[in-house]
């Protein structure tokens, strides 16, 4: 019997086994020696290599370790190669950062093959502390034959993937109201949006909305965003609800809103007479004097066609504000959806959303044009109390989205994106996820089972310069439109060979058009990096 000493050092005899296993190279014989059984198929998601292992990474990588060693032991020849993610938002933000490079137009000026040049320098920076970290924990996995999504063979398998999609019907161009970072000039994801809140305080302020059948009368609305009243163009009160018409005890004017929210304006009952009683329903199609010149030409004297009418949906709440919420369909999802069922725009139809990618007012918002939106909040409500349209001024503390990269405060804003029908998948999926077994079980039938059912079509597209480009060639009209899905597809059409498919590469590449529509051009936007993610198998 050996004693064993009080003073054992273990992490000097994890190194001593990982000596072993590197003079047997141990990780390759085991493969070597399985080669000829079943195949168990393994993918491991492909992290960034700008920024080190953090906690989740390492946790993810011990089971992914448990997992596959446990499949060898089990009979099975067990392929585990790393893959790195070299697109995306992190690389683009440390450049930008780097070269002080403020948005896209500076982008541009600098040339997009210069930018990517830049790009590519730093997409590795980290990847021998990645290898050291993992080999480290004991994790065996093929560093040697990697896969990186900047490769052309793996951006190749990208639009193959993309074109199966476009090819089955499944891919469309529309709008989305996404959260949008306008110190990164792009739109994120909702998981992305969801990772930075901070409590913040902001405007809170009523306006008032007088009716064009009775201007003495107005509807009055809440807003802690007073920069996208400009942009109104409709507002939404809920159907089964009782709303009261009030007389202001104090100024003698008239206001409709919801009987439960009186307390958003009135302190006490004595403040108030109530002079009548109506269901929401009774107000929807009503029109009233908009806030701001901006869009009125958009305004009908049909009741039931135009902007600036009473609309109805059930979203709204009896929680806060007061039972009438303004709808400015350029920067709410709930608006947009709403606006869009009513017709005050169609679908496929420009949105009115007058903020650049900035973040700064367009030249419809003539009063502010080139403000940065959350600088010109004061500057509106100056506005609307001098025009007779601020009711009540406040301000609210609360929880408020910040981009993670630049920490700066998120935008939801209208922006024209590719999208990937998955809604009509749902159905399909949830079947699929009763075949899966699961660990913990709840997962199946909880967390991931109500993430399906609520999967909302994806939007891909990202307005960014370092990743796959989207294999789009459009006639100037968007009418005409060809899917690429290969190297060698592209050449047969452009008449051009490449190596490479970045935006470099290709966005100088033409079609000719089949339909006498001139030339078709590629469009300008880049896959989510998390789209490249996902094609891996491919």
Not at 257 to 286: A, H, I
Not at 443 to 462: C, G, M, P, Q, T
Not at 504 to 511: A, F, G, Q, R, W
């Amino acid at each position: 019997v050996t004693p064993v000493s009080d003073h054992h050092d273990f992490p000097k005899e994890e190194e001593k086994i990982q000596d072993l296993w590197k003079k047997l190279d141990a990780f390759q014989t085991s493969l070597k020696q399985s080669k000829d059984r079943p195949r168990y198929t393994f993918y491991d998601g492909p992290p960034f290599a700008t920024g080190l292992p953090h906690y989740g990474h390492i946790l993810a990588g011990t089971i992914k370790d448990i997992v596959t060693r446990y499949a060898h032991q089990s009979g099975f020849h067990v392929e585990r190669r790393f893959g790195w993610d070299c697109h995306g938002l992190p690389v683009e933000y440390e450049i930008d950062k780097t070269l002080g490079l403020k948005g896209p137009e500076d982008v541009i000026k600098m040339g997009v093959a210069s930018y990517n040049a830049e790009c590519r320098k730093i997409v590795m920076r980290y990847s021998q502390q990645w290898e050291e970290i993992i080999t480290r924990m004991g994790r065996w996995i093929d560093f040697r034959n990697d896969y990186k999504t900047m490769y052309p063979w793996f951006m190749e398998s990208v639009w193959w993937v993309f074109k199966q999609m476009y090819d089955k019907g499944l891919v469309y161009r529309g709008y989305k109201v996404m959260p949008f970072s306008t110190a990164c000039h792009t739109p994120l994801s909702n998981f992305e949006a969801g990772q930075n809140y901070k409590e913040v305080s902001d405007p809170a302020i009523i306006v008032n909305f007088p009716l064009d059948d009775d201007p003495t009368v107005s509807l009055i609305a809440w807003t802690t965003t007073p920069w996208t009243l400009p942009s109104n163009l409709a507002l939404c009160v809920h159907p089964d609800f009782n709303y009261v018409k009030v007389k202001d005890n104090a100024t003698d004017k008239m206001y409709i809103m919801l009987e439960d929210r009186l307390v958003s304006l009135f302190k006490t009952p004595e403040e108030y007479t109530v002079l009548d009683n109506m269901n929401g329903r009774s107000l929807e199609g009503k029109k009233y004097k908009p806030l701001f010149p901006y869009f009125e030409h958009l305004k009908s004297h049909d009741p039931n066609t135009g902007a600036f009418r009473v609309l109805c949906d059930t979203y709204v709440t009896s929680e806060s504000g007061t039972g009438v919420v303004h709808q400015a369909p350029g920067f709410g999802e709930d608006d947009f959806r709403v606006c869009t069922g009513y017709g005050i725009f169609k679908k496929g139809d420009n949105v009115v959303c007058p903020v650049d990618a900035s973040g700064c007012f367009t030249p419809e918002v003539t009063d502010f044009e080139g403000q940065y939106v959350k600088d010109a909040d004061k500057g509106i409500v100056k506005l609307l109390k001098a025009n007779g349209r601020l009711v009540h001024q406040g301000t609210i503390k609360h929880s408020y989205p910040f981009c993670w990269r630049s920490e700066t405060p998120l935008v939801y804003k209208a922006v024209p994106s590719w999208f990937v029908k998955v809604e009509v998948l749902v159905e399909n999926l949830m079947e699929n996820n009763k075949k899966c077994y699961w660990v913990p079980e709840f997962v199946k039938e909880k967390r991931f089972h109500n993430w399906l059912k609520d999967a909302r079509d994806w939007a891909i597209s990202r307005n960014r310069f370092w990743g796959t480009p989207i294999p789009l060639w459009v006639s100037d009209d968007f009418e005409e439109v060809v899917c690429v899905g290969s190297i060698d597809e592209l050449e047969q059409l452009s008449g051009t060979k490449v190596t490479d498919l970045h935006r470099e590469s290709v966005d100088n590449l033409t079609i000719p058009s089949l339909r006498g529509k001139g030339v078709l051009r590629r469009v300008l936007e880049v896959f989510d990096c998390w789209f490249e993610s996902g094609s891996m198998p491919y």
